[in-house]
Structures are given as structure tokens and as C-alpha cells.
């Protein structure tokens, strides 16, 4: 049975396609016709058509037809096209590399990561890096982490909560959240980082009783995406065959069923709340950085990895990676608070070192707006708030710097009516 995101965009297309809607650049009619195509089942996929699909569901939404049949978000389209993926690799279908990478890999979720794997994707170096970032950068981190705390305790606390992305607790309330629920369940991937960050914030036994601490990998991935990495590079081809098997693993990424946050034997039930914290731009940018680095270790100079159509791959692998998690919050049916950048700012002091010059920013999410990634069905749900972060602050000795774009949504479980009433007058960007 197909879901209401997959007919919503065949509506959609459909329409578009009759009124000959095209975005200059961006997608054209013979595109959007391709498009209707392979959402009305008449074709497989080609990842040649993610652009224009990604054109057309950030373009649908600023429409103001009359006609218009369905209303859609990013997150809609990416739900279609997992099904879409799910299709073509059941019916075997599917060119090129697209088609070798459904029939190679099955993509069942490992939550749990192997001492090899945390150490091939590099999570304790990031680790350590993230701590001398901040003692660099202390006010622009304390400033963010002030708005972070403050959208953290926002919602109404009872039950169990789930956080995930605590690692170092730097910018989360946890003696706040220990107060307000009965039960914490704290999550990270690195282990034993969150347990010397929990040690550091509550000093008393006493007051982690009632907090319990997971190690994870949320997005699933991690270790089998690893051990893929391995099998291209045991013995690799020539340039080309190895970014072929490349861009065919990350064609195959799909979901299967719902996506789980936690193991099986360490899921609370029932949890009431859910939290995501700092964690969704990052989730797929140890898995993306393994590959460029393993194809350029094994072939220095080769500019295969500069191409447009791999920048693609990675983009739309990024993407929906991140579209798994989200969804993954949704299905636990509590109430979901996410805070993420959206775009990364590169900045650098000015020659006279008393302005800041600022270059245009730089997307780390698929869409501009954290609420597209969530269905146009819950948009109206959505309570919102937005800061910048000076991530990394210019100084005359240190010139360069960074300042990310911050976004926080907050969605009340489905089960709870009067908190939807509420806010469902929440800002909107």
C-alpha cells in the first residue's frame, strides 16, 4: 500500500506536467514528464532526475494555484522516492550503477557500531576536535548553547525523554531534563565521551538514578556502509570501476519499515518525549568523508570525486539519511523537539581587523527550511526558532572563521490534541 506522500506527488506532478511548469535551470518539461513517470510506476528511478525532484518540492510549496492538488514538502518527496527505491529494487529494475547498487546491498539497520567501525569513521578524533573547537570559540558556543537549552525545555516534561546527540552535554540542560522527567535516556555514539560529559555535570550518584545511557549509531548505517567501503577498496579496480561501485552504494540507500532510534533491548517504553539535539547535519558526514578520503589515498589526483554527478551522490545520500532520522522521531509518536544548522557561513576579518567579511552561506540540510523536513500534513503543528551560532570566531592570528544558521522545531505528539490546538499557531519561517 503506497503512502499519502507518494500519491500527493504523483497528484502533483501530474498537474505540473498539464500546465507545463518548468524552473529555469532547474528543471524543464522533458524532466518533470520523466518525473510524473516514475511516480505513476511507468519507469525506474535515475538519480539523473534528483535535482529537478528537489527543484521541484522546494518550488511547490511558494505556489499559490488555486488548483494545486496536494500540498507537498521536501520531506514528502523523499518519502515517495524511498518507496520508489523500494520498488525498483524488488521488481529488480534500475540502470547503471543505480540498478547494481539495489541488487548489492540490503541496507538493514546495525545500531550498534563495531570498535573497528568507530574508529574507522573517525567519532573519537571528532570528539576530541569538538572540545578544543569550543574552548577556542567559548563565548560564540555559550551564546548558541543559551538559545539551545532555552528551546529544549519548552515542551511540557513527564515520562521518559529521550535525547539523542548528547555526547559532550554542551549545549543541553541536563540537570533541567533530570529534574523534569522520571526517566532520561541519554544516546550517543561515542559511549564513553557521554559518559565522562554525564560524570563531569552530576557529581552525586543520586542524581543519575533515573538517567540511563546508550551507545547508538541512530542513523543504522554506519557499520555496514563501512564494511561496503572495505569490500570496494580490499582490491580496488581502475579509477573508474571503483567510483562506479561508489556512486552504486550511494544510489542503494533506502529505508525498510520504520526506522528505529534505539537497540531493541535498550528501547524505553513508553517514552513521551524525543529529542534530537545538534545531530541531524552531521549524521552522514563521517560516511561521506570515509569515501572521499579511502578514493583519494588509493588514487591521488584522480578528479572523478569532483564531478557534478558525484557531488549529486553525495547530496542526495546526505539527504536521505537525514530524512530517515526525522522520520524516525515521527514514528515514536512523542513529542519531537529538533534543533540542527541549516547553513554553514564562512567568514574572515577584514583588513582593518574591526568588520567581518561574509561569503554566501552554504547548505547542510536539503532544504532551506528545517520544517520541510517534516510533512506538509504537520506544518501547522510546528512551533519554531532560529538563532546564528559564531562557531568559529576570526581573530587577527586565526583571520578565517565560521558562523552556522540555526533552526529548532518542536512538534507535540500526534496523540495529544490540545497541544496540537496550541500550537498550531506556532511562528512559521
Known amino acids: 500500500m503506497e503512502s499519502s506522500s507518494l500519491f500527493a506527488l504523483r497528484e502533483a506532478l501530474t498537474w505540473a506536467d498539464e500546465q507545463g ?117 567559548r563565548g560564540g558556543w555559550e551564546e548558541h548553547a543559551a538559545h539551545n537549552r532555552a528551546f529544549l525545555l519548552q515542551p511540557d516534561a513527564h515520562g521518559t525523554a529521550i535525547v539523542l546527540g548528547a555526547g559532550k552535554l554542551y549545549d543541553i540542560p541536563l540537570k533541567r531534563l533530570a529534574e523534569r522527567y522520571e526517566r532520561l535516556v541519554l544516546v550517543d555514539v561515542d559511549g564513553a565521551a557521554l559518559a565522562e560529559s554525564v560524570e563531569n555535570v552530576l557529581s552525586r550518584k543520586g542524581d543519575r538514578a533515573h538517567i540511563e545511557l546508550v551507545t547508538a549509531d541512530v542513523t543504522g548505517a554506519g557499520a555496514g556502509f563501512v564494511r561496503a567501503v572495505d569490500e570496494i577498496f580490499a582490491q580496488p579496480g581502475s579509477p573508474d570501476a571503483t567510483y562506479q561501485a561508489l556512486l552504486a552504494l550511494l544510489y542503494s540507500f533506502r529505508s525498510h519499515g520504520t526506522p528505529s532510534l534505539l537497540p531493541p533491548d535498550r528501547t524505553p517504553a513508553p517514552p513521551t518525549a524525543c529529542f534530537s539535539v545538534m545531530l541531524l547535519s552531521q549524521l552522514a558526514e563521517p560516511l561521506t568523508r570515509l569515501v572521499e578520503r579511502r578514493f583519494v589515498e588509493c588514487f591521488a589526483g584522480d578528479t572523478r570525486l569532483c564531478s557534478h554527478e558525484f557531488r549529486v551522490a553525495l547530496g542526495q545520500f546526505t539527504h536521505r539519511i537525514q530524512h530517515q532520522h526525522v522520520q524516525a522521531l515521527l514514528c515514536t509518536n512523542d513529542s519531537v523537539s529538533l534543533t540542527s544548522d541549516v547553513s554553514e557561513q564562512p567568514t574572515r576579518l577584514a583588513p582593518d581587523e574591526r568588520s567581518l567579511l561574509q561569503s554566501p552561506p552554504l547548505p547542510v540540510i536539503g532544504a532551506p527550511h528545517l520544517v520541510d523536513l517534516f510533512p506538509a500534513a504537520r506544518t501547522n503543528e510546528i512551533v519554531t526558532a532560529e538563532w546564528t551560532w559564531p562557531h568559529v570566531q576570526p581573530t587577527p592570528k586565526h583571520p578565517s572563521g565560521r558562523l552556522f544558521h540555526v533552526q529548532a522545531a518542536h512538534v507535540p505528539a500526534r496523540s495529544s490534541k490540545a497541544g496540537s490546538e496550541a500550537n498550531s499557531g506556532g511562528r512559521r519561517w
Not at 521488481?91 to 541496507?107: C, F, P, Q, V
Request: proline share 5%.
Open 21 to 137: 511548469m518548468t524552473i529555469r535551470g532547474l528543471l524543464d518539461e522533458s524532466q518533470l514528464s520523466e518525473l510524473a513517470r516514475v511516480f505513476s510506476h511507468e519507469r525506474p528511478w535515475s538519480f539523473d532526475l534528483y535535482e529537478p525532484l528537489r527543484a521541484f518540492a522546494h518550488a511547490l510549496p511558494r505556489l499559490d494555484a488555486p488548483d494545486l492538488p496536494a500540498q507537498l514538502h521536501f520531506a514528502d518527496c523523499l518519502t515517495a522516492l524511498n518507496e520508489v527505491l523500494l520498488r525498483d529494487a524488488a521488481a529488480g529494475a534500475g540502470e547503471g550503477a543505480y540498478g547494481a547498487g539495489l541488487k548489492r546491498y540490503g541496507w538493514q539497520m546495525e545500531l550498534v557500531v563495531s570498535p573497528s567501525a568507530f574508529a574507522t569513521l573517525g567519532y573519537e578524533s571528532a570528539s576530541a576536535e569538538l572540545t578544543k573547537l569550543r574552548a577556542r570559540n
